[in-house]
């Protein structure tokens, strides 16, 4: 039998399980966001600038690899920031643990940055191309389709092994219910490609893009509303701990959130406004992408919150 | 292999805190954190009430979830005795073995390192009880090897029906509480 009080002498700060922050939420966020970017100029540098017939194609161009730069090195700084024995942090650097999510992570990060950084020296800015020669010299490869379509590669895995790893970093932490389910891998996978194709929406200048892109964005939209649909039916349908950790979500104080902000803002809206645009109902606005962008951060920041609420419980 | 473990016998602890304030003076840990610590739990409804305490600390799992998040093998598993410590100077106060834990066994020391019981490995080492064991005022603390059937902890656990905390966690927890 259960006992119906629970008391515990047990007072230290984190006793309570919520040992981590906003930090966590905002690099969770920004990661999925970096990563979805990665996959997208990836694909579109493999296929090249024939598929759209236009020369300026957004995500091809290395305005959003300065983007990822950006998102994915404060996202760093927010995971910094949370570390408690900081001087430490380079003990990351010099191992590798197999069975650690987050030493895979530590390591994916490594392989991000020259993703990024040989996606910028290929097509620099004119202003960085005017005062540094060797890479205007370096800017030629780009026409080399081998190295256009290498690159593309490298982007995709790249933004596939940083959207995944965010997941699985929490779903591998099994004391929290809530966050074992291994959907949470590609779920937090889709939000990343679906809030990076919201970004090239509102970057885009061309308008062909654009309406692919809310096309693109739909379907991710889509298929991220079936994943939380079966992570949900997946947690409330096993044991009474995840059945509990399910109801933070169903019932419980993160419903509200979880359900107006996450769901209905973040993503019902927006699909309902991108399809009324793509059918050429309603003109396109910045109004969709933006609601993605918020939910997007709300989802992680709901999960990081409830999850670490959710516990194998002795009541 | 040895397997160290604990038998606490519930039927004999009176809560009075001793083991805590042991540890604390120990292993000197900061103010405000404790390394083990006391539960109650009552079950039934008044006036038909029962009440069972436990003194809890990290339970050394079989397959800790925390030795198996850390990024930098900070947290690891002692060699002897399948002890789990933490290298304090490889830690990088993550916390991701804190949010991982079961028992919520572990704290952020406030120099930054994860924290928690070692089964004071230190004395163990020496041939002594931890220091929660060996103060304890009713004898309800045992101590040794889980894998040698001659010893005290083997035979308490075969003679007396028994139970672990959260064993559904499926850590494998090696604290056991004889009911």
Same mark, same amino acid.
């Given at each position: 039998?259960?006992?119906?009080?629970?008391?515990?002498?047990?007072?230290?700060?984190?006793?309570?399980?919520?040992?981590?922050?906003?930090?966590?939420?905002?690099?969770?966020?920004?990661?999925?966001?970096?990563?979805?970017?990665?996959?997208?100029?990836?694909?579109?540098?493999?296929?090249?600038?024939r598929?759209?017939?236009?020369?300026?194609?957004?995500?091809?161009?290395?305005?959003?690899?300065?983007?990822?730069?950006?998102?994915?090195?404060?996202?760093?700084?927010?995971?910094?920031?949370?570390?408690?024995?900081?001087?430490?942090?380079?003990?990351?650097?010099?191992?590798?643990e197999?069975?650690?999510?987050?030493?895979w992570?530590?390591?994916?990060?490594?392989?991000?940055?020259?993703?990024?950084l040989?996606?910028?020296?290929?097509?620099?800015?004119?202003?960085?191309?005017?005062?540094?020669?060797a890479?205007?010299?370096?800017?030629?490869? @780009?026409?080399?389709?081998? #190295?256009?379509? =290498?690159? *593309? +590669?490298?982007?995709?895995? $790249?933004?596939? !092994? %940083?959207? &995944?790893?965010?997941?699985?970093?929490?779903?591998?932490?099994?004391?929290?219910?809530l966050?074992?389910?291994?959907?949470?891998?590609?779920?937090?996978?889709?939000?990343?490609?679906?809030?990076?194709?919201?970004?090239?929406?509102?970057?885009?200048?061309?308008?062909?893009?654009?309406?692919?892109?809310?096309?693109?964005?739909?379907?991710?939209i889509?298929?991220?509303?079936?994943?939380?649909?079966?992570?949900?039916?997946?947690?409330?349908?096993?044991t009474?701990?995840?059945?509990?950790?399910?109801?933070?979500?169903?019932?419980?104080?993160?419903? @509200?959130?979880?359900?107006? #902000?996450?769901? =209905?803002? *973040? +993503?019902?809206?927006?699909? $309902?406004?991108? !399809? %009324?645009? &793509?059918?050429?109902?309603?003109?396109?606005?910045?109004?969709?992408?933006?609601?993605?962008?918020?939910?997007?951060?709300?989802?992680?920041?709901?999960?990081?919150?409830?999850?670490?609420?959710?516990?194998?419980?002795?009541? | 292999?040895?397997?160290?473990?604990?038998?606490?016998?519930?039927?004999?602890?009176?809560?009075?805190?001793?083991?805590?304030?042991?540890?604390?003076?120990?292993?000197?840990?900061?103010?405000?954190?404790?390394?083990?610590?006391?539960?109650?739990?009552?079950?039934?409804?008044?006036?038909?009430?029962?009440?069972?305490?436990?003194?809890?600390?990290?339970?050394?799992?079989?397959?800790?979830?925390?030795?198996?998040?850390?990024?930098?093998?900070?947290?690891?598993?002692?060699?002897?005795?399948?002890?789990?410590?933490?290298?304090h100077?490889?830690?990088?106060?993550?916390?991701?073995?804190?949010?991982?834990?079961?028992?919520?066994?572990?704290y952020?020391?406030?120099?930054g390192?994860?924290d928690?019981?070692?089964?004071?490995?230190?004395?163990?080492?020496?041939?002594?009880?931890?220091?929660?064991?060996?103060?304890?005022?009713?004898?309800?603390?045992?101590?040794?090897d889980?894998d040698?059937?001659?010893?005290?902890?083997?035979?308490?656990?075969?003679?007396?029906?028994?139970?672990?905390?959260?064993?559904?966690a499926?850590?494998?927890?090696?604290?056991?509480?004889?009911?």
């Amino acid at each position: 039998m259960s006992p119906s009080e629970f008391v515990s002498t047990s007072h230290h700060p984190l006793a309570d399980g919520h040992a981590w922050g906003w930090e966590i939420a905002v690099y969770l966020f920004l990661g999925g966001f970096t990563a979805g970017l990665l996959v997208l100029s990836g694909l579109a540098r493999r296929r090249g600038p024939r598929a759209t017939g236009e020369p300026g194609f957004a995500l091809a161009s290395s305005g959003l690899s300065i983007v990822g730069l950006g998102a994915i090195s404060l996202g760093m700084l927010a995971l910094f920031l949370d570390l408690a024995h900081k001087p430490f942090v380079w003990r990351l650097y010099v191992t590798m643990e197999p069975r650690s999510p987050m030493s895979w992570g530590a390591w994916i990060l490594l392989l991000v940055y020259p993703v990024l950084l040989t996606g910028i020296a290929l097509d620099p800015p004119r202003a960085l191309r005017d005062r540094v020669p060797a890479l205007a010299r370096l800017a030629r490869y @780009a026409e080399d389709e081998r #190295v256009r379509r =290498g690159l *593309g +590669l490298a982007s995709i895995a $790249a933004g596939l !092994a %940083l959207g &995944v790893y965010t997941g699985i970093l929490l779903s591998a932490l099994g004391a929290r219910p809530l966050w074992s389910s291994g959907l949470l891998g590609p779920l937090f996978l889709v939000s990343g490609l679906s809030t990076g194709a919201a970004f090239a929406h509102m970057a885009s200048p061309l308008a062909e893009e654009r309406h692919r892109l809310a096309r693109l964005d739909n379907l991710l939209i889509a298929v991220e509303l079936a994943l939380i649909a079966l992570y949900l039916i997946g947690l409330a349908s096993s044991t009474e701990a995840h059945a509990e950790a399910a109801k933070l979500l169903l019932g419980g104080p993160y419903t @509200a959130v979880f359900w107006v #902000v996450v769901v =209905g803002v *973040g +993503l019902v809206a927006p699909l $309902a406004i991108q !399809a %009324l645009t &793509v059918a050429g109902r309603i003109a396109p606005t910045h109004v969709a992408p933006v609601l993605v962008l918020i939910g997007g951060i709300v989802l992680r920041f709901v999960l990081v919150f409830a999850g670490q609420a959710s516990h194998w419980s002795r009541l | 292999m040895t397997r160290l473990g604990m038998v606490i016998d519930t039927r004999r602890c009176v809560g009075c805190q001793d083991c805590v304030v042991a540890c604390k003076t120990e292993n000197r840990t900061p103010e405000g954190y404790n390394r083990d610590w006391i539960t109650y739990a009552t079950k039934g409804r008044f006036p038909t009430l029962s009440m069972t305490i436990q003194s809890e600390r990290c339970n050394h799992c079989d397959d800790p979830p925390c030795v198996s998040c850390c990024p930098t093998g900070a947290s690891h598993v002692h060699p002897w005795g399948g002890v789990v410590l933490i290298d304090h100077d490889a830690c990088i106060g993550c916390k991701a073995c804190v949010v991982s834990c079961p028992y919520d066994a572990r704290y952020i020391h406030p120099d930054g390192y994860a924290d928690k019981c070692t089964f004071c490995i230190h004395r163990v080492e020496r041939g002594q009880d931890p220091a929660c064991v060996s103060v304890c005022p009713t004898h309800c603390m045992h101590f040794g090897d889980l894998d040698d059937p001659e010893s005290e902890v083997s035979r308490l656990l075969a003679s007396r029906p028994h139970h672990a905390n959260l064993p559904e966690a499926g850590t494998g927890p090696r604290i056991f509480y004889l009911d």
